[in-house]
């Protein structure tokens, strides 16, 4: 599953929320926004993590930017939070680039390489000299030295040292991106290359201090509300598993903050499902030997920016939030609409989208019930005006989304689905030789997933994988299929 970002600091994320959406609510939201790092850690108060005091209100200070929303690399130190606060309340559109490094978190990690430890032995047998394919490894004094200029960090001699002798130091960020898009910058700390970018989110969850953050585009949402906006939630089917109450009582504890209506983002999976069934035969039928699945952001950011070559192949079926959008759109036309999203990339995915005003992730969310007191599993219960399907439901979970296509096509077209179970080095190496060859020798439906588990493993989830998915399963099965659904519609 994807590496959940250490509790201490989603308990920092939650609370400078917390804090911040009580600040919005409060008579005067500039001064309490400016007074939260104070406010969080007073004259006196214990320093937990850093070394003093003022490292940590530092800290404290630039996850309140980017609570804020605005980035950290082009955001003066001088800056008051009072006036970006101020700036917050004047924006009229998000920031372009979703991901912001808080280079005050930042450890400056040191390079990553291979190092050879005390445990060397001097083996006779040279397992480590003679697997080196770049002549990096030589004996000294009756052990192995690596010279840094000829190694390419592989990692093969550590794999066949019988010793465990040999060791590789990796940078959590740098190792966890698939696409190289995060690097150290001149000053040492870690830098995001937004032209490699695929909003994946790995960056986010891997960094054990919580250094690469989102930018919050929760004051946005806020504004709206408060100026008497129709503002409409779209729920992804993985928030069905965060939060320990009934899809229901969840529909009814989002209208209590505010919100006019809440769509189910499944609705629009539906949509997806039948479109993208009727696209694969339709390849089929025209000699394509494989077709990939395009409801994941991630992926098809990945495909845009790294594998062009995969064009061919991806579907042209547009996501479960396209869809929702624009049947929200439709029947409320004046309407705000707001994404509840599991990972980064839905950001990005919305930037293009004009139905998509504003996204909103897991934890944001979650630090909204938190700010207004809202116990989930004591709300009432409110129906959904349009029931989606199971498989639908079930988009959320590695292997849901080819299974919907499956279960629409007609028996004499034959498919064999293939999963991509989260975006690694590897799996993207796969996909570029599929794309390379023009077919895949595993199968004819690729499902693509950028989160190991699929979105209920996204970097923004605030539940466990297990627990979560356990109860998108029990949503599932009370639900009716999509193919019995078509059938009564017949």
Known sequence: MAINTPKQTSHLKREILVRLIKSFLSDNFEENTRLIPYDMRPKGHEVPYRCCIY???????????????????????????????KKAM???????????????????????????????????????????????????????????????????????????????????????????????????????????????????????????????Q????????????????????????????????????IQKLGFADVYEVAQGADVTSKTEAAEFVERLEDGAEFMTTSCCAGYNELVEKHIPEMKPFRSDTKTPMYYTAEIV???????????????????????????VDYVLNYE?????????????????????????????????????????????????????????????KQSIRDLKKYAKNGMCDLGNLIEVMACQGGCLGGNATVNAFKPALKQVTNYVNESESLKGSIKSEK
């Not at 004046?334 to 139905?355: G, H, M, Y």
């Not at 959320?396 to 296509?405: E, L």
């Open 218 to 253: 929760i004051i946005d949402v806020l504004k709206n509300i408060k100026a008497g906006k129709k503002v409409i939630a779209m729920i992804a089917p993985a928030m069905m598993g965060q939060l320990p109450c009934t899809p229901k009582q969840l529909k009814e504890a």
């Open 55 to 85: 490292k940590e209100r530092a800290i404290l200070r630039d996850r309140t930017v980017a609570g804020l929303g605005f980035s950290i690399e082009e955001t003066e130190d001088s800056t008051l939070l009072s006036d970006l606060a």
């Open 329 to 355: 759109k439709k029947e409320n036309p004046d309407a705000v609409t707001v994404f509840f999203s599991p990972c980064v990339a839905k950001r990005r995915e919305a930037l293009q989208n004009p139905n």
């Open 90 to 216: 004047e924006r009229k559109e998000p920031e372009e680039n979703p991901l912001t490094v808080l280079t005050t978190a930042c450890k400056g990690c040191v390079p990553s390489r291979i190092y050879v430890t005390d445990l060397c032995q001097g083996c006779v047998a040279r397992p480590c000299v003679n697997t080196c394919k770049f002549g990096a490894i030589s004996i000294q004094n009756g052990k192995s030295v690596i010279d840094p200029a000829k190694c390419k960090n592989c990692g093969m001699c550590a794999q066949v040292c019988p010793y465990q002798a040999i060791q590789k130091i990796i940078v959590p960020c740098e190792n966890a991106c698939p696409v190289g898009a995060i690097a150290k910058g001149e000053d040492g700390h870690a830098q995001i290359d937004f032209s490699k970018c695929i909003s994946c989110g790995k960056c986010v969850s891997a960094c054990p201090f919580g250094a690469v953050h989102e930018k919050s």
């Open 364 to 424: 944001e969310v979650g630090a909204w019930f938190i700010a207004l007191n809202i116990q989930v599993a004591e709300c009432g219960e409110s129906e959904f005006k349009t029931e989606a399907s199971a498989e639908a439901r079930n988009y959320c979970v590695t292997g849901g989304v080819a299974k919907a296509v499956q279960t629409l096509l007609p028996e004499e077209i034959p498919a064999h689905p293939v999963v991509i179970d989260g975006l690694t």
